[in-house]
């Protein structure tokens, strides 16, 4: 099989996506997403954040009769103790949650899914999926630290308010875990999907 469609917009996962020469077309969609329940797990709260995005993903192909693939969805946290940390509203709130990283260690947490609709039932969605955590360790910040990373703008659309892939990583000590999945999309999760559904990519004959 070839050809899937990526529901997200985040430029790392269609690059790694190109990196592991996937056939792919980027979905534009809306999807808004939820906050977590109360009490809800952090790995409860991917997954089902994941789940949503390939189910408004399929909902918006039938609405305008497009061409049904496999849709590969990816959601990807970051938490600290039982508190949940989205992306920031503005830079105090990047600045703060920032803080409250500096000196300790925190996970990242993916949940990657290729949803495929069912051929006997149109709005019955399988989903192959992942879930995979890193422990990233960062460093002590100081406020003037985080302010001046907020004018970087790698902070904008960055759960937890940084980014490993550019001037963040001068933040982290260490990770424990898959590095791809701190950027957003675990390879070796990703291409065990494609391998189990037998979707095209680098590695296909």
């Known amino acids: 099989m070839s050809g899937i469609y990526l529901a997200s917009k985040s430029p790392r996962r269609n690059e790694i996506l190109k990196s592991l ?16 329940f109360e009490n809800e797990s952090a790995y409860d709260f991917v997954e089902r954040n994941t789940k949503e995005k ?22 990807t946290i970051v938490s600290i103790g039982d508190k949940i940390l989205g992306k920031p509203e503005n830079k105090d709130h990047a ?9 300790q260690s925190h996970e990242v947490i993916s949940c990657v899914s290729l949803g495929i609709l069912d051929d006997s039932e149109s709005d019955t969605v399988n ?10 360790f960062m ?6 630290e985080c302010s001046k990373y907020w004018d970087t703008r790698e902070s904008l659309d960055k759960a937890g308010s940084y980014g490993i892939q550019g001037i963040g990583a001068t933040f982290i000590e260490k990770i ?3 590095h791809s999945n701190v950027v957003g999309l675990p390879i070796f999760e990703t291409c065990k999907i494609l391998d189990d559904l037998k979707i095209n990519y680098w590695l296909s004959k």
């Open 176 to 178: 424990v875990g898959s």
């Open 95 to 103: 600045i703060s949650m920032l803080l409250e990283l500096s000196g």
């Open 21 to 36: 020469k996937v056939e792919f077309e980027v979905l534009n969609y809306y999807h808004e997403e939820s906050a977590p």
């Open 139 to 144: 460093k002590t910040l100081t406020a003037y």
């Open 127 to 136: 989903f192959n999926m992942n879930i995979v955590e890193t422990k990233v």
């Open 54 to 75: 390939s189910l408004s993903a399929f909902a918006h192909l039938q609405e305008n009769q497009k061409k049904i693939l496999p849709v590969l969805t990816a959601d």
